[in-house]
């Protein structure tokens, strides 16, 4: 699989998953308890660099463990799974060894992307706390994204 036609399934997949997240950000952003300083949505690509990869919110502030069980509910933005038909949702999955571009950064690109444009799909949104979007271990090219400084809209 080349480059391009990664980025364009994995695309059409993320498009395809656009009205859940679009639904559940809102929900999201209700379920913030009032310590929390800022949300990070957050891409995490396989370690394998195999395409798989998840997107959760997390939250920052004092007593992490508590101010992110609040959340806990909606934080799962995007969870690829395996199952016995494959992987679902069936986002493009590679060999790393048999391809020459780096499938950890397009991954968090194009969630990167999918997630701003959702995110901007939903009008003025108004949030306390600053929302940006974060590539795990430092991948992507294009993280970290604010989405949202956390000043009123």
Known sequence: MSESEFIAELTVVLDGQSD????QIPLLLA??????TRLDLQVFPAQDG????TVRASVDGPNLYVINK???TYADLFDAKYTENGVQP????VDCFDVDYPVNDIVVDCAANWLRTVWQSLGNI???VPVVIVGNDGYGTVTP???HSGAAA
């Open 20 to 23: 859940t997240a679009r639904a």
């Open 31 to 36: 379920s913030l308890p009032e310590p929390a």
């Open 50 to 53: 195999d395409g798989f990869f």
């Open 70 to 72: 609040a959340i806990d």
């Open 90 to 93: 069936p986002i493009p999955i």
């Open 126 to 128: 108004e949030c306390r």
């Open 145 to 147: 994204v604010e989405l």
